[in-house]
């Protein structure tokens, strides 16, 4: 049974958001960056109680700007999926999570180190250039559900 409910469209709009985001740095970080699409998804806390759909997650709109820099800067965003990316895309819409983003919600990359809380959610691993976060302890359980 896959993570959350999904169609074609959202493979190649997840694919496209992944590769924007962390083309650079390879399947790995594009893998991390599809986990907290998902975990966005099945998250019922935070910002993310009204996200129901990958397309929800990637056009999501706070404080004025989309939550994925992509979206708006996003020449590569705006290219077709290849079949590479839409590879990992099902995979992570099927069952692929690992850490640091396998209960994500967050990530950036930072000018320097990676700060040890964003936003007062902990820091749970860095991938490359990527900082990832995670919700603090009884903020968000149903993004550690085994889906």
């Not at 839409?86 to 992570?92: H, I, P, Q």
Request: with cysteine; proline share 6%; charged share 25%.
């Amino acid at each position: 049974m896959a993570r959350v409910a999904y169609r074609n469209a959202d493979v190649d709009l997840m694919a496209r958001m992944m590769r924007a985001e962390a083309e650079g740095e390879g399947p790995q970080g594009m893998l991390y960056v599809g986990n907290v699409i998902v975990n966005r998804v099945v998250a019922d806390c935070a910002d993310f109680k009204e996200l129901r759909t990958i397309r929800d997650v990637i056009f999501h709109v706070q404080g004025g700007n989309y939550s994925f820099e992509a979206v708006q800067k996003g020449n590569v965003f705006y290219q077709r999926a290849r079949e590479s990316e839409r590879r990992l895309a099902r995979k992570n819409l099927e069952y692929w999570r690992d850490h640091p983003a396998k209960y994500a919600l967050w990530y950036f990359n930072p000018y320097g180190p990676c700060p040890p809380t964003w936003y007062d959610q902990p820091f749970t691993g860095q991938f490359k250039q990527h900082c990832f976060y995670e919700p603090a302890l009884g903020t968000c359980e149903s993004v550690y559900s085994p889906r």
